[in-house]
């Protein structure tokens, strides 16, 4: 069972590129979720989305877009990087059901914008 | 916006107990969670806490007191392999999380 896969797990970028960065659950969660992690900061979401079909912005929308076009994947798109979202992004999960909220995280990936 | 707060570090002895402690203020509350992050991992689920009161997990325990926006992780019979950031996170509205900024927890010998 991998749970949540992230790929890629580091990338350097150029800034004004354009980068996808994937994530791929297999656990059947309705619930996906995209956070940055910077020192100092802690984890600061960026979007989210409840159910197929529907996302929604989080604390630091801007620069990043998302889709989730099914349940098991939900992509984070820069569309022109900047130096300011270097940093260590990781997708998350939950079921929402019952009394289960608990997020699982996936391995994260480090982009660093040159 | 959220305000969560806990402090930046904390150093104890192996065999200790350390009480970690999170003040928050939201626009919404459905829960409060506690997450254990060791260096270059992804984020690992502790505890969750909606009601007042202590949950107890083997040697992790969580407080939380929803009046006085109040919760803490105690870590008992401290081990080595607990030198981790400790994140307090409350689920909001929506149930999108907001964390606070992370407790690095140093165990020494």
């Known amino acids: 069972i991998a749970g949540i896969t992230q790929a890629p797990t580091s990338q350097i970028l150029a800034a004004g590129r354009r980068m996808t960065l994937r994530c791929t659950q297999d656990?059947?969660?309705?619930?996906m979720y995209w956070y940055r992690q910077d020192l100092g900061l802690g984890l600061r979401l960026i979007h989210y989305?409840?159910?197929?079909?529907?996302?929604g912005k989080g604390e630091v929308p801007d620069g990043y877009s998302v889709s989730r076009a099914n349940t098991d994947d939900f992509p984070l798109t820069l569309a022109s990087a900047v130096p300011s979202q270097t940093s260590v992004y990781f997708c998350?999960?939950?079921?929402?059901?019952?009394?289960?909220?608990?997020?699982?995280f996936g391995p994260g990936t480090r982009l660093t914008v040159t | 916006g959220q305000n969560i707060d806990q402090p930046t570090e904390m150093t104890a002895t192996e065999g200790a107990i350390v009480q970690i402690n999170c003040t928050y203020q939201?626009?919404?509350?459905?829960?409060l969670f506690w997450y254990q992050q060791h260096a270059g991992e992804a984020p690992t689920f502790l505890s969750y806490?909606?009601?007042?009161g202590l949950e107890e997990k083997g040697r992790f325990s969580s407080f939380l007191s929803r009046s006085k926006g109040y919760s803490y992780l105690l870590l008992k019979e401290l081990q080595m392999k607990d030198s981790a950031s400790y994140l307090c996170?409350?689920?909001?509205?929506?149930?999108?999380?907001?964390f606070g900024a992370g407790t690095t927890v140093t165990v020494r010998a």
């Open positions: 998350a999960s939950s079921a929402l059901a019952g009394s289960s909220y608990e997020q699982y």
């Open positions: 656990m059947r969660h309705n619930a």
């Open positions: 989305s409840n159910t197929a079909g529907t996302t």
């Open positions: 939201t626009s919404g509350f459905n829960g």
């Open positions: 806490n909606v009601l007042d």
């Open positions: 996170a409350v689920s909001l509205d929506d149930y999108k999380l907001s």
